[in-house]
């Protein structure tokens, strides 16, 4: 072998080895936690596709991102865009009206009431890097709460407001933020909390810890029991508020088609559960294994990888997290279903990647 042969393996070698050593031993920053998904149900009951999402009517906006929805007592909707604008949608007319801007990223939202008469108040927002807000009825913006035990909330999410004055919200990770969901789903840490804010004392709690991505949150209807999504886990865990099992968690529903997202109470005491998108076969595979989340992970960072939103689900699972119904769509005008709010029969459905919201009659409805 002659000296420039040896020079062209050498460099050959040097080539090869550069993707290797990437591909292999690079640092990526996360940690994953072990774990073994159950076997995807999608396709068999209670979970059959059957498109019906496909049939809603589309309210098109001029953002997107309607990831969460607050509905008004005049009918109107209320909705967060990605560029950190609140909008009032009129459904009947599909005309939208900007209404203020958080400069942050509104997600969830709901109407407080008035504790003594129950009128209508301030429009409370989960904003994901900034915390709980308030919009007044006097048009304040106001910051509620953005720590708790000298803790940052880093991804407020989902929330809703018992009928004594307490917000119970999710924060989603204390890890990673609104920009690293890609991070928080290949390591999938125990770093989400389920938090409450009361508005007579003003102070934040910490009801529970080490939830893997807490996402939505919503009341019973007797507030005995509030619910908490774990979107890297597909389930739903129960916390006893009241009653002999007050302070004690349960399951509610495991090994769901899909990625749990917003929950919210339906009219008759039920829930519905919103679905962003479908599991995916290799991700399931990949979480048994530390390794190999690493290699993949260093892939997708190398190719700037985006999701693909092929599947969304909308569940309607009773008091006792039964799944009575259960509403698909897949490659679809309607995708990414991040909140499914039952109002007057009709279901209205947010999304967190599309610019439009989605309109259809709801099944338990007569």
């Known amino acids: 072998m002659t000296f420039k042969t040896k020079k062209i393996i050498g460099a050959l070698l040097i080539l090869v080895s550069i993707p290797i050593g990437y591909l292999f031993f690079w640092p990526v920053g996360i940690s994953p936690e072990i774990w073994t998904p159950g076997k995807n149900p999608a396709g068999i009951a209670p979970f059959e596709r059957n498109n019906r999402l496909a049939d ?23 909705s967060g865009l990605a560029d950190g604008r609140v909008i009032a949608i009129d459904p009947k007319t599909n005309d939208f009206t900007d209404i203020l801007n958080t400069g942050g990223r509104p997600l969830a939202m709901q109407f407080a009431r008035e504790i003594i008469t129950g009128a209508q108040s301030d429009l409370i927002i989960a904003d994901a890097p900034l915390g709980l807000l308030a919009f007044t ?31 119970w919200f999710s924060d989603a990770s204390t890890r990673y933020g609104f920009e690293d969901t890609v991070f928080e789903a290949m390591e999938t840490p125990a770093a989400g909390r389920l938090l409450t804010y009361d508005f007579k004392t003003g102070k934040t709690q910490i009801v529970l810890d080490g939830l893997h991505f807490a996402n939505g949150v919503a009341l019973s209807e007797d507030e005995g029991f509030i619910l908490v999504a ?13 009653g002999p099992k007050a302070g004690q968690t349960e399951m509610f ?15 008759d005491g039920g829930f519905w559960v919103a679905l962003v998108n479908g599991r995916d076969k290799t991700l399931d595979s990949l979480m048994p294994s ?9 892939i997708m960072r190398l190719i700037e990888f985006e999701p693909l939103w092929e599947e969304t689900w909308a569940l309607y699972l009773d008091k006792d997290g039964k799944v009575v119904h259960a509403l698909d769509a897949r490659h679809s005008d309607i995708y990414a279903v991040t909140n499914v709010k039952e109002k007057n029969g009709l279901l209205f459905l947010s999304s967190l990647q599309n610019n439009a919201l989605g309109i259809i009659p709801s099944p338990t409805s007569p």
């Open 253 to 267: 529903a495991e090994n769901l088609p899909g990625y749990p997202d917003n929950i919210t109470r339906a009219p």
């Open 56 to 78: 809603a009517r589309l309210i098109e906006l001029d953002g997107y991102g309607p990831e969460g929805s607050a509905i008004a007592d005049n009918g109107f909707i209320f």
């Open 290 to 298: 530390s390794f190999m989340r690493k290699l993949v992970f260093r």
């Open 230 to 242: 774990e979107t890297y886990r597909y389930r739903i865990k129960k916390y006893w508020i009241t």
């Open 137 to 167: 009825q006097a048009g304040e913006l106001k910051t509620l709460t953005n720590e708790v035990d000298g803790t940052p909330i880093r991804f407020a999410d989902d929330l809703d407001i018992s009928s004594d004055g307490v917000v």
